[in-house]
């Protein structure tokens, strides 16, 4: 079965600074998808950024990157230049196939907070 | 380029009672997925709707259920509501034909509160 592992419940930032959020997983599956969500206290889950496991370089998505390091099983999420807009909680997730379909199989979270 | 939109935004209910959430998916997406939020939890898969067929479950009862229309939306149903029932439901869409990669990424909607009292 597929795992996601968050081991850390709050990360603090100073805003204009680089922050990385860590994000572990487990599966049996050659063929993954990982993914990053911001969820702010409103609820909806903003989809930031994506890496497959055959993708050869790390992700990036404007500040955001995915240090992925296949052999080490982690999918590490990177925020440069930190804002104040990204004090949110922030999900790793990954795509699980099952019959021909897929789910989203999510982390526990990290709550991120930006100082000024 | 209309997003996931889910009504209502808020609910209260008592144990016993039957709920029906309501989701319509992003534009161009044909895939629907309901997921359960607990506080302070990740998002839990509940089931996946496809060509108005349940493609895919997670570990939830039977007492919920769920339904998607020709036009993609769909309805996540929950019967004999339970206070543990409480969270924050989230409807998710996808497109089929986004074959591998960030095509198949799912997008949620601002997600139902339900208070099960």
């Known amino acids: 079965a597929q795992k996601i592992t968050q081991t850390q419940p709050g990360m603090f930032v100073q805003e204009k600074e680089a922050v990385t959020l860590d994000c572990t997983y487990d599966?049996?599956?050659?063929?993954?998808?990982l993914f990053w969500y911001k969820q702010p206290s409103s609820g909806e889950m903003i989809f930031l950024i994506y890496?497959?496991?055959?993708?050869?370089q790390n992700a990036t998505e404007g500040r955001y990157s995915l240090n992925f390091q296949k052999a080490r099983k982690s999918a590490n999420l990177v925020i440069s230049a930190s804002q104040l807009g990204d004090s949110a909680m922030y999900f790793c997730?990954?795509?699980?196939?099952?019959?021909?379909?897929?789910?989203?199989?999510f982390g526990k979270g990290t709550k991120l907070t930006v100082n000024p | 380029d209309a997003g996931v939109t889910q009504s209502p935004t808020h609910l209260i209910k008592t144990r016993g009672q039957q709920v029906t959430l309501r989701c319509s998916p992003k534009?161009?997406?044909?895939?629907v997925s309901w997921y359960q939020q607990a506080l302070g939890q990740g998002p839990q898969f509940i089931f996946q709707?496809?060509?108005?067929?349940?493609?895919q479950r997670g570990n939830f009862p039977d007492r919920f259920s769920g339904h998607q229309f020709p036009n993609y939306s769909s309805e996540l149903n929950v019967n004999a509501l339970l206070l543990g029932d409480s969270a924050l439901y989230l409807c998710?869409?996808?497109?089929?034909?986004?074959?591998?990669?960030?095509?198949?990424?799912?997008?949620f909607g601002p997600g139902t509160r339900l208070l099960v009292l």
């Open positions: 998710a869409s996808s497109s089929t034909s986004g074959g591998q990669g960030t095509g198949e990424t799912q997008y």
């Open positions: 599966t049996s599956d050659p063929s993954y998808g």
């Open positions: 890496q497959g496991s055959y993708d050869q």
């Open positions: 997730a990954m795509r699980a196939f099952q019959g021909g379909s897929e789910k989203l199989v």
């Open positions: 534009s161009g997406h044909d895939t």
């Open positions: 709707y496809y060509e108005e067929e349940e493609r």
